[in-house]
C-alpha cells in the first residue's frame, strides 16, 4: 500500500507542480524572463477565482472561462504597463522587475483583502477515489488531469499554429521575426498573457486544496524553477514530466527518507540533474559556434 | 617536413549527420595550409575538434607528437593552438587594448604584458584604435582584433574560419598582408576560406574536403583544376583562376 | 491619582505605547488580530475616561510593522524606542521577531509584554520582557493530560497517538512537551514527525500516519498546513482523534474552511474567549462580544491576550501615576492582576516570577461547538461540555 | 518602386547615414557597393524599419513607410535577408519556411510556394524536419533566401547572400537571384562585396562610402568607371 | 596639469567624505541613526561581495545568504559552545564559506548562465533545510540567542551602536579595497573577458571554469566576514531570517540597484535601499499591513523601467555634463 499510495501521492502533487511551471516556461522560453513573480500570478489567479466564486458560486470549475479573459486581460495590461519599458535591458533588469512585481504584488493585495485565508466552500476538497488501499483525492486528480490538458493544449498550439511559430521565431530573434512580419511585441504581450493565465489555471484547480492568501504564491515559487529546469528551459512538455518527476521525488523522499528532507530530495535531484544532463531531461541541443 | 598538427583518421556525427567522416591530413610547421570544401563539407567541425570544443568520436589529434585529444579548449589554448571564429567574438565593452591585454596576462606579469598588448597592436595595426570598445568596431578590424587577441597566447598555430569572408577585395589584400606577416613570424597557418583568391595567393598547399571526406590535396593551383574539386566546389565560374 | 507633585514641569496628556508586530510578510494575518486587539483595548480605555492617576490623560498606540524579517524587526524596535517617552511594548506574537528586539528594549530599558509562546523568550536573563501566555511545552502536557481524561471518562481506549508538527519554533516546543508528557503516561508514540512549514502536500504525512495505526493525533500547524492535514486525512478516509496543537486548528479561516465540519474538531489554545473567568464575569464578557461586533470573526487567541497587554500597562501607570518606562517595569514585575481585563489570562489571575513569565496560568482546552471554539478542559475553566458523536 | 530620399540614420549616438538617396524601379535588380562599414547593412536595416530613420523620407509606391514599424514592411511585398542570415536555428526548416509565409497576403499559397523553393534548393528538402540549427553556413544561407521567397515579395532585399558560400554556390545563389528576378519578375536590392558578381547581376548600382552615396550609374558605366576598378577590384 | 588640478580636488570629496563618514556617529542624532548606517554598511559589504561574482562575472548568484549564514552560524556557534571569540571565528567563517563554495560551484560552473543562478537557489535551500533539520546542533527554527554579556571586543557586543558602526565600515572599506585590487588583477580581467564572450576567452586560454570558481569562492569568501559582524550585531540568527532566498535577493537587488560590476554601484545601491524600507516602514508601516512594502516594490519596479543600468550612471551623466559644459566654455 505504501509503495501505491506513494507513487499516486507523487504523481497528483507533480500534476500542481506542471501547472505552475509550465507558465513560467513559457514566459521563459519566449521572453528569456526568469519570473520570480510566477507565484504572485498564481495567487492572483486564486484570488480572481475566490472573489468570482463568491459573487458567482457554483463549482469553481465552472469558473475556468471567466478565469482565463480576467488573467489574459491582467496579462497583457503588466506587459504593457511594466514589461515591455525593460524588454531589451538586460536579464538583471528582469529578474530586479520580477522581485519588485512579487513583492508588489503580495503586498497590494494584502493592503485590499488584508491578510486573512481565505477558502471556497466546495464539498469536493475532501472526495476521493478509493482504488483498493490506495486512495486518490479528487481535487488532486482533477487537477493532475487538468495539467496534462493544458500542457498538451500549449505544446500544440506552439507546434502547430502559426502564432504559436511566430512566437517561437520571436524567442529565437525578434528583429528576424519582425523582418517576416512578425510582430515580437504582440509574440511577447500574448506569451507573457499566457503563462499569466496558466498561472490562472492553475489558480482555479488549486482553490480547492489550498488557503487563499497573499503569500500562497511562495508556496510554490521555488519548486516551480526546478520542475522548470528539470523539464528544459522553455520546454512545454518537458515542464510536465519535470513536475511529475519532482512530485514523485518528494512523495519517495518523505516516504521512505524523511519528511522534513523532501525539499533536500528535491534539490539533490536537482542539482544531479544539472551536473549531468544541463539541458534538462528532455531538452534538445543546437549547435554551439 | 616537421608536422605540427597529425590528424589521423578522424571521425565525427552529430545525430544522423556524419559532419567528418575518417579525415587524416597533416599540416607542416611554418606553412599556411588551406582548407577548402563546400559548404557543410566539415570544414568548421574540424577546427572545432582541433580546437576542442568538440570531442572526436574517434581518431587521434597529434599535436607536435603529443595526442591532445583529452585536453580542454583552454589547454590546447595555452600551448599554442590558436583559432578564430567564424563569425568574430569580441568582448564588445572591453577596449581593444584591455582585449590583448587580457589574453598577455595569461602567460605575463602586467607590466609585461602591456608591453606585449602594445607590440601586438602594433603588428596588427590597430594601435589607433586601441582605447575604442571592441563591441564598436567595424566588422573587419573585429576580425583583425580576434587575430590579435590569439598571437597574445603564443601561437605555434592559427587556425582562421573565413576570416575573409564580407571584405571587399581592397581591404581582403590588407589582410592577406596581414595573414602573411603572421606567418613570417613563424606562426603556421590553417586558412578556411571560400574566397578563392586569397587561398591562392596565400597557401602552399590546401586540403579540399567534402562531404565530410578528404577529396583532394596538394599544392593549391593543381588541386584546383581537378575535375572532382571544380564539380564538388569551385563549379564552372573558377576554372580560369 | 496619589502623589500629585505639583511641581510638575508639564502635565502628560498621553501615554504612548508601542505596538509591535508582523503587519506584512509571513505573519502578517496573526499581527493584524493583534492590532485590532490593541486598538480596541486602547478605545476601550480611553473611552472610559484614560488614566485617572494622571488626570485622564489618553494612551497613544504607536503601531509599527515589524515585518516578518528579524533584521527589520529588530531596527524597528531601535527606531521606536528612540522616542524617549514610549513607555512599554506590546507584541510581538513571534518568536523569531521577540528575540531579537528583546536586547533593545533591555538596553532602552522599556517593558515589552509579548505573547510569543517559545521557551527561550523568559531563560534568557532579560529584565525588561514578561510573557502572560503559556510556554511551548505546556501545550502538549495539557493535551495529553485531556487525552488521559477523556480515555477514562468515555473508555476510548486510545494507546496509540501520534505527533507530527511543523518545523518552526513554534511547532518543536510544542511537540517536545507532548512527546515528554506522552511517554511518561504510557501512552506509545507510533509517529512523532517534523514536517517543512508550508508544505504542499499532506499525502505521505498522512500516509505515514495512517499506517502507523494511531489512533490519536496531535498535530501543530498553522493555517494552511492545518487544511491540508485535516482535508487529506478527511479524503484518506482516516478519522482519529484529532487533538490540534492550537493555531492553524484555531483560526477563524478554519471554521470558514470546514464549514459545519469543524464542530467537534478540539486543540488546545494558549487562550479561549470564553474560558470561565471571563465567561463568568459579565464586564469581562463584553470585550470578546465587543471584537467581534467590530471585527466579524470571535477574539482569537492572539488577539484576547495582546488585549489585557495594554490593560496591564494602564493599570502599571494607575498604580504607579509614572511614566517613566523603569518604574513601569518594576511595578509589572510586583503586581497581581486580577478580575479586571488585565486579567483575561485562565485561570483568571495574572502574576510574573521573576523570569517574567506569567506563573499562573496553563492551556484550556477548546472543542468547536457551532463554529467556534468554546472552552472545555480544565473543568475549572470550561464554559461548555465536551461533545461526543 | 522604392524611394530613398535624404535618409539619415544610425545607431543611438552613432551617425552612419548622412543625406542618402536611392531609388528602385519595378523589376529592377540594384546593387550597393562600398567598403566595410560603409553604412549599407545600415541603410538596408532603415529601409525595412529595424532602426529609426532621423530624417528623411522612405516611401513605396509614393507611399510613406518612413515611420512603419518593421513588421508591417514585410506585408507591403519586400523581403530582407539580413547579413549573417537570420534563420531560426531552434525551429525545424520547415517551420523557417512557413513561417516565410506567415504574412497575410502569402498564407494562402504557402504549400505551393514551398514546393516551389524546395525544388530551387533540393538540399533543404533532405533535411526539412531538422533543426535549422544543424546546417552548415552555406546551407543556412540558402535556407534564408528560400524562405524569403516564401513571402512572394516584389522586392528582395539582400545582404550579402554570398558570404562564406562554397564558389559554386555563390554560382548557384546569383543564378537563383537572376531566375527569381527573370521568372516572377521581382525586384532585387542586393549589397554585394564581390562587385564583379553584383554588377553583373544587376542593371544599377550605388557606390556608399562613409554614409554617402558618392557615384551611381548603370552596372556596365560603373564597370568601367577606374576609380572603382582600383578601390573595389585592387586593379 | 588640469588633469592634476582635477584629481586633488576629486581626492578633497572623497577625504571629505571619508572624515563625514568617520565623524558621523558624534553627531548622529540616535543610537537608531547609527544602527541604520550600520545596516547600510553592512548592506553594501555583501552587495559589494555579490558583485564579485554576480556583477564582474554576469553570474547571478542566489545563494549569496547562504555564504552569510554559514559566517553568522560558524561564528556563533564557536562563541556559544566553545567561548571562541568571533574575532578568531571571522577565519573559521572564512574557511568553511571557502571549502561550501567550491561545492557549489564544482557541479554549478559546469553550466551557463541561468542554470547556475539556479543552481545556487537549490543549494540555498539544501542549507537552508538542513540547518533546520539538524536541530540539536544549530537549534533549528528556532535559532540561536546570543546574551547580552557586557561591552566587549573579543565577543563584538556593546553597548551602543558606535562601536559596530565603526566596525561595518572597516568591514566595507575592507571589501571595497578587495573589489579594487580584484578589478585590476588577472582574475578581474579574465571573469570580464568571460562575461563578454566566454567561448571566445576559453579558445584564447582563459580557463573560464577556473576562473569563475575563484571569483565565486573569492565573493562568497568576502561575504562570509560580514555574516558574523551581522550575527552578534543583530544577537539573533534563525534560518529563515538569515539563509532565505529574500536575503539573498535583496543583496542581488542592492547590488543592482546601484548599478552592478563598479565599484561604488553596491554602496550606492544600499543607501537608497536600506533607508527607503525604513523609511517606507516608518511612514507607512502603522497603517493597514502592507503598503509600505507594496510601495518599496513599486519602487524597485520604478528604477527599473527608468534606470535598468543602475542609478550610479545618474552619477556618469553627472560627469559627462560637467565636462559637457565646460567644454562649451571654452
Ligand atoms: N552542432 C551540430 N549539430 C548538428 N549538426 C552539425 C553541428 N555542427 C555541424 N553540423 C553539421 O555538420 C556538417 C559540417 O558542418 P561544418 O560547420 O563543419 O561545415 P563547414 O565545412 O564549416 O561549412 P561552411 O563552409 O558552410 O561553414 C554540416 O552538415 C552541419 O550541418
Ligand atoms: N548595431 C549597431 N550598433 C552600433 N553601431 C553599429 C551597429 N551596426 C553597425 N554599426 C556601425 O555602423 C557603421 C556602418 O555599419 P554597416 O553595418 O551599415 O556597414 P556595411 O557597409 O554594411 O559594412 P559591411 O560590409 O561590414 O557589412 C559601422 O561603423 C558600424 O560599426
Ligand atoms: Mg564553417
Ligand atoms: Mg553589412
Avoid at chain 3, 517543512?196 to 498535530?219: E, H, M, N, R, Y
Avoid at chain 4, 541603410?43 to 530624417?55: E, F, N, Q
Avoid at chain 5, 576559453?202 to 569568501?221: C, D, N, P, R
Wanted: charged share 15%; glycine share 10%.
Amino acid at each position: 500500500m505504501l509503495l501505491g499510495q506513494t507513487i499516486i501521492n507523487g504523481l497528483m502533487i507533480g500534476g500542481v507542480y506542471a501547472l505552475i511551471a509550465v507558465g513560467l516556461t513559457i514566459i521563459f522560453g519566449v521572453m528569456k524572463i526568469v519570473n520570480f513573480a510566477q507565484g504572485e500570478f498564481l495567487m492572483v489567479g486564486m484570488y480572481v477565482t475566490w472573489l468570482l466564486y463568491k459573487a458567482i458560486g457554483g463549482s469553481p470549475y465552472l469558473l475556468i472561462p471567466p478565469v482565463i479573459v480576467i488573467m489574459f486581460i491582467f496579462g497583457l495590461l503588466l506587459y504593457k504597463i511594466v514589461v515591455k519599458p525593460v524588454v531589451g535591458k538586460g536579464d538583471t533588469a528582469y529578474i530586479l522587475l520580477t522581485v519588485g512585481l512579487s513583492i508588489f504584488l503580495q503586498n497590494v493585495v494584502q493592503l485590499i483583502w488584508g491578510a486573512n485565508y481565505f477558502s471556497i466552500e466546495t464539498t469536493i476538497k475532501t472526495e476521493a477515489i478509493q482504488m483498493g488501499d490506495v486512495s486518490i483525492q479528487l481535487p488532486r486528480l482533477i487537477a493532475f488531469i487538468g495539467a496534462i490538458i493544458l500542457v498538451g493544449g500549449l505544446h500544440l498550439f506552439l507546434k502547430k499554429t502559426d502564432i504559436g511559430k511566430a512566437m517561437r521565431a520571436t524567442a529565437e530573434n525578434s528583429q528576424v521575426a519582425s523582418l517576416l512580419g512578425i510582430n515580437p511585441s504582440r509574440s511577447f504581450a500574448i506569451a507573457f498573457a499566457i503563462g499569466v493565465v496558466m498561472a490562472g489555471m492553475a489558480g482555479v484547480l488549486l482553490t480547492p486544496m489550498f488557503y487563499v492568501y497573499p503569500r500562497v504564491g511562495q508556496l510554490f515559487g521555488l519548486t516551480a524553477f526546478v520542475v522548470v529546469v528539470l523539464g528544459g528551459l522553455g520546454n512545454i512538455t518537458g515542464a510536465l514530466f519535470g513536475g511529475l518527476i519532482i512530485g514523485l521525488v518528494e512523495a519517495f523522499t518523505a516516504s521512505y527518507v524523511a519528511l522534513d528532507l523532501a525539499p533536500v530530495g528535491t534539490f539533490v535531484v536537482f542539482l544531479l540533474v544539472l551536473l549531468l544532463k544541463p539541458e534538462g531531461i528532455f531538452g534538445g541541443g543546437v549547435r554551439k559556434t | 617536413m616537421e608536422k605540427i598538427l597529425d590528424i589521423k583518421n578522424l571521425d565525427k556525427s552529430f545525430g544522423g549527420i556524419h559532419a567528418v567522416n575518417n579525415v587524416s591530413f597533416a599540416v607542416n610547421k611554418g606553412e599556411i595550409l588551406g582548407l577548402i570544401g563546400p559548404n557543410g563539407s566539415g570544414k568548421s567541425t574540424c577546427v572545432n575538434l582541433i580546437s576542442g570544443v568538440y570531442k572526436p568520436d574517434s581518431g587521434e589529434i597529434l599535436y607536435n607528437e603529443k595526442d591532445i585529444v583529452g585536453m580542454t579548449v583552454p589547454d590546447r589554448a595555452n600551448i599554442g593552438i590558436g583559432r578564430t571564429f567564424q563569425s568574430p567574438k569580441p568582448f564588445s565593452n572591453l577596449t581593444v587594448f584591455e582585449s590583448v591585454l587580457t589574453i598577455a596576462l595569461l602567460h605575463n606579469s602586467m607590466a609585461k604584458a602591456k608591453v606585449k598588448a602594445n607590440e601586438i597592436l602594433e603588428l596588427t595595426e590597430l594601435n589607433n584604435v586601441a582605447e575604442i570598445k571592441s563591441g564598436k568596431l567595424p566588422i573587419e578590424k573585429r576580425k583583425w582584433l580576434d587575430l590579435a587577441r590569439i598571437l597574445a597566447i603564443n601561437p605555434q598555430v592559427i587556425m582562421m574560419d573565413e576570416v575573409m569572408a564580407g571584405l571587399n577585395p581592397s581591404e581582403m589584400e590588407e589582410s592577406i598582408k596581414l595573414v602573411k606577416k603572421v606567418n613570417k613570424q613563424g606562426i603556421t597557418v590553417v586558412f578556411i576560406e571560400h574566397v578563392m583568391t586569397a587561398v591562392i595567393k596565400l597557401c602552399n598547399r590546401v586540403i579540399v574536403l567534402n562531404e565530410g571526406t578528404v577529396l583532394s590535396q596538394g599544392n593549391a593551383k593543381e588541386v584546383m583544376k581537378e575535375e572532382a574539386v571544380i564539380k564538388a566546389y569551385l563549379g564552372g565560374g573558377y576554372k580560369d583562376a | 491619582g496619589s502623589e500629585q507633585t505639583g511641581e510638575e514641569a508639564e502635565e502628560v496628556t498621553v501615554v504612548k505605547i508601542a505596538f509591535m508586530n508582523p503587519l506584512s510578510g509571513n505573519n502578517a494575518d496573526a499581527g493584524q488580530q493583534d492590532l485590532n486587539a490593541a486598538e480596541l483595548a486602547v478605545k476601550h480605555i480611553n473611552e472610559s475616561g484614560g488614566i485617572a492617576a494622571l488626570n485622564g490623560a489618553l494612551i497613544e498606540l504607536v503601531v509599527t510593522d515589524t515585518t516578518s524579517d528579524p533584521t527589520q524587526a529588530q531596527s524597528v524596535a531601535q527606531r521606536v524606542l528612540s522616542d524617549e517617552d514610549i513607555v512599554g511594548i506590546v507584541g510581538t506574537g513571534i518568536s523569531g521577531l521577540t528575540l531579537p528586539i528583546l536586547p533593545i528594549a533591555e538596553k532602552n530599558e522599556v517593558a515589552m509584554i509579548t505573547n510569543s509562546i517559545s521557551n527561550d523568550i523568559t531563560s534568557q536573563g532579560y529584565r525588561y520582557v514578561f510573557e502572560p501566555v503559556p510556554k511551548g511545552n505546556m501545550f502538549g502536557e495539557t493535551q495529553v493530560d485531556f487525552l488521559k481524561a477523556l480515555n477514562e471518562e468515555f473508555n476510548l481506549g486510545i494507546k496509540k497517538v501520534a505527533i507530527v508538527y511543523e518545523n518552526s519554533a513554534y511547532g518543536v516546543s510544542t511537540a517536545e512537551g507532548t512527546k515528554a508528557r506522552a511517554e511518561s503516561a504510557g501512552l506509545e508514540v507510533v509517529v512523532n514527525q517534523s514536517y517543512p512549514q508550508g508544505f504542499t502536500d499532506a499525502s505521505s504525512l498522512v500516509t505515514t500516519v495512517k499506517q502507523s495505526g494511531a489512533q490519536a493525533i496531535f498535530p501543530v500547524a498553522y493555517t494552511t498546513d492545518a487544511k491540508l492535514i485535516i482535508n487529506t486525512m478527511k479524503s484518506m478516509d482516516y478519522n482519529p482523534l484529532i487533538i490540534g496543537g492550537g493555531a492553524g486548528f484555531l483560526w477563524p479561516a478554519m471554521g470558514e474552511e470546514l464549514g459545519d465540519n469543524i464542530n467537534g474538531l478540539l486543540s488546545v489554545a494558549s487562550w479561549n474567549w470564553d474560558s470561565k473567568n471571563i465567561s463568568s464575569n459579565p464586564e469581562l464578557a463584553k470585550i470578546p462580544e465587543d471584537y467581534e461586533a467590530e471585527f466579524g470573526e470571535f477574539m482569537t487567541e492572539h488577539a484576547g491576550p495582546t488585549y489585557s497587554f495594554v490593560w496591564m500597562f494602564k493599570e502599571a501607570i494607575e498604580k504607579t501615576g509614572s511614566t517613566d518606562s523603569v518604574v513601569i517595569r518594576d511595578a509589572l514585575a510586583e503586581m497581581t492582576f486580577e478580575n479586571t481585563p488585565a486579567a483575561l489570562m485562565q485561570p483568571g489571575i495574572t502574576q510574573f516570577g521573576d523570569d517574567g513569565w506569567n506563573v499562573k496560568t496553563h492551556p484550556v482546552m477548546i472543542q468547536w461547538q457551532d463554529g467556534k471554539p468554546r472552552t472545555i478542559y480544565p473543568v475549572s475553566d470550561a464554559s461548555s461540555d465536551i461533545i461526543v458523536d | 518602386m522604392l524611394n530613398v530620399s535624404n535618409v539619415h540614420a544610425g545607431y543611438g549616438d552613432l551617425k552612419v547615414l548622412f543625406d542618402v538617396s536611392i531609388d528602385l524601379q519595378d523589376g529592377e535588380v540594384v546593387s550597393l557597393v562600398g567598403s566595410n562599414g560603409a553604412g549599407k547593412t545600415t541603410l538596408l536595416r532603415a529601409i525595412s524599419g529595424l532602426i529609426p530613420v532621423t530624417s528623411g523620407e522612405i516611401t513605396w509606391y509614393d507611399k510613406s513607410m518612413t515611420k512603419m514599424p518593421a513588421y508591417k514592411i514585410p506585408e507591403l511585398g519586400i523581403a530582407h535577408i539580413p547579413q549573417g542570415r537570420g534563420i531560426l536555428s531552434t525551429l525545424s526548416i520547415r517551420d523557417n519556411l512557413l513561417l516565410g509565409g506567415y504574412i497575410k497576403s502569402a498564407r494562402a499559397m504557402r504549400e505551393e510556394r514551398m514546393e516551389y523553393v524546395l525544388g530551387l534548393f533540393p538540399i533543404l528538402r533532405k533535411r526539412i524536419n531538422l533543426l535549422a540549427g544543424t546546417l552548415s553556413g552555406g546551407q543556412q544561407q540558402m535556407l534564408a533566401i528560400a524562405r524569403a521567397l516564401m513571402m512572394n515579395p516584389k522586392l528582395l532585399i539582400l545582404d550579402e547572400p554570398s558570404l562564406g558560400l562554397a564558389p559554386i554556390i555563390v554560382d548557384e545563389v546569383f543564378n537563383i537571384i537572376k531566375r527569381v528576378s527573370k521568372e516572377e519578375g521581382v525586384s532585387i536590392l542586393l549589397i554585394e562585396q564581390n562587385l564583379l558578381q553584383a554588377l553583373s547581376a544587376s542593371d544599377r548600382g550605388y557606390v556608399l562610402e562613409t554614409g554617402q552615396i558618392v557615384m551611381s550609374g548603370s552596372s556596365d558605366e560603373l564597370f568601367a568607371n577606374k576609380d572603382i576598378k582600383k578601390a573595389y577590384l585592387g586593379i | 596639469m588640469t588633469d592634476f588640478k582635477e584629481l586633488i580636488k576629486k581626492q578633497k570629496y572623497s577625504v571629505f567624505i571619508v572624515i563625514l563618514f568617520l565623524l558621523f556617529p558624534l553627531i548622529s542624532p540616535s543610537d537608531y541613526i547609527t544602527h541604520v548606517m550600520v545596516l547600510i554598511f553592512l548592506f553594501a559589504a555583501m552587495a559589494t561581495a555579490w558583485n564579485v561574482i554576480g556583477g564582474y562575472g554576469a553570474q547571478v548568484s542566489w545563494c549569496h545568504a547562504t555564504f552569510f549564514a554559514i559566517g553568522a552560524y560558524t561564528s556563533f556557534l564557536l562563541f556559544l559552545r566553545f567561548n571562541i571569540s568571533p574575532i578568531i571565528s571571522i577565519f573559521a567563517a572564512m574557511i568553511m564559506s571557502f571549502i561550501l563554495a567550491m561545492i557549489v560551484g564544482y557541479p554549478s560552473f559546469r553550466l551557463r548562465g541561468v542554470y547556475f543562478s539556479l543552481a545556487t537557489i537549490a543549494f540555498a535551500e539544501i542549507v537552508k533545510t538542513l540547518l533546520l533539520y539538524f536541530t540539536d546542533f544549530t537549534g533549528g527554527a528556532n535559532g540561536l540567542m546570543l546574551p547580552y554579556k557586557g561591552a566587549s571586543l573579543m565577543s563584538l557586543q556593546f553597548k551602543t551602536e558606535i562601536p559596530y558602526y565603526y566596525i561595518s565600515f572597516v568591514v566595507l572599506a575592507l571589501l571595497i579595497f578587495v573589489t579594487w585590487k580584484f578589478e585590476k588583477s588577472k582574475l578581474g580581467y579574465f571573469l570580464k573577458a568571460i562575461k563578454e564572450d566566454e567561448d571566445a576567452a576559453e579558445s584564447l586560454g582563459i580557463k573560464a571554469y577556473k576562473v569563475k570558481l575563484t571569483a565565486f569562492a573569492l565573493s562568497a569568501v568576502m561575504i562570509s566576514i560580514v555574516g558574523p559582524i551581522y550575527a552578534f550585531n543583530i544577537s539573533y540568527i534563525d534560518p529563515i531570517g538569515i539563509g532565505h532566498l529574500d536575503l539573498s535577493i535583496k543583496i542581488g537587488t542592492i547590488a543592482i540597484i546601484g548599478g552592478v560590476a563598479t565599484l561604488w554601484g553596491p554602496l550606492l545601491g544600499a543607501i537608497i535601499i536600506i533607508p527607503l524600507s525604513e523609511i517606507t516602514n516608518a511612514l507607512l508601516g502603522s497603517t493597514r499591513g502592507g503598503a509600505s512594502t507594496a510601495i518599496y516594490g513599486l519602487i524597485l519596479i520604478l528604477v527599473i523601467i527608468f534606470k535598468p543600468e543602475g542609478l550610479i550612471s545618474l552619477f556618469d551623466k553627472f560627469k559627462g555634463r560637467k565636462k559637457d559644459k565646460k567644454l562649451k566654455v571654452r
